[in-house]
């Protein structure tokens, strides 16, 4: 696991390391990588990079409690969870949470979430 993934995530964050601890406690993922304005975080699944946003364009950014969704971006990822209640309540632990509404999909359940910028992303179950 410690060579970089081939395909990964960016997420710009206003603050760098209440996202960062978000992402790896919501999703399990391992901090491998650090600078002033950049975190890697990696699993054997995902690697996602949480990448500060420049403070010039942050001083005009204000996050909310609950932030504020941006629900108008045009991509979104997912993840795999072991479990959406434990993935919930870490995700509310660390400023976010996940959305009431569940899906089954071909062999798993799915939930939109949100991180505590308001960044939105899925998770997912496996189910047998």
Same mark, same amino acid.
């Given at each position: 696991m410690s060579a970089s993934a081939r395909a990964g995530v960016f997420v710009y964050a206003k603050a760098l390391d209440r996202v960062t601890d978000f992402y790896a406690s919501?999703?399990?993922?391992?901090?491998?990588?650090?600078? !002033?304005?950049?975190?890697?975080?990696?699993? &054997?699944?995902?690697?996602? @990079?949480?990448?500060?946003?420049?403070? *010039?364009? %942050?001083?005009?950014?204000?996050?909310?409690?609950?932030?504020?969704?941006? !629900?108008?971006?045009?991509?979104?990822?997912? &993840?795999?969870?072991?479990? @959406?209640?434990?993935?919930?309540?870490? *995700?509310? %632990?660390?400023?976010g949470d996940l959305f009431g509404e569940a899906w089954a999909g071909p062999g798993f359940v799915v939930r939109n979430a949100f991180d505590p910028e308001g960044n939105i992303f899925q998770v997912r179950q496996p189910v047998p």
């Amino acid at each position: 696991m410690s060579a970089s993934a081939r395909a990964g995530v960016f997420v710009y964050a206003k603050a760098l390391d209440r996202v960062t601890d978000f992402y790896a406690s919501v999703l399990g993922l391992r901090a491998v990588h650090r600078t !002033d304005q950049m975190v890697v975080l990696r699993s &054997a699944d995902l690697e996602l @990079l949480v990448h500060a946003i420049p403070p *010039a364009i %942050a001083a005009s950014i204000a996050i909310t409690t609950p932030p504020q969704l941006r !629900d108008d971006a045009a991509i979104k990822f997912f &993840a795999t969870v072991a479990s @959406l209640d434990e993935c919930a309540a870490a *995700a509310r %632990a660390h400023g976010g949470d996940l959305f009431g509404e569940a899906w089954a999909g071909p062999g798993f359940v799915v939930r939109n979430a949100f991180d505590p910028e308001g960044n939105i992303f899925q998770v997912r179950q496996p189910v047998p």
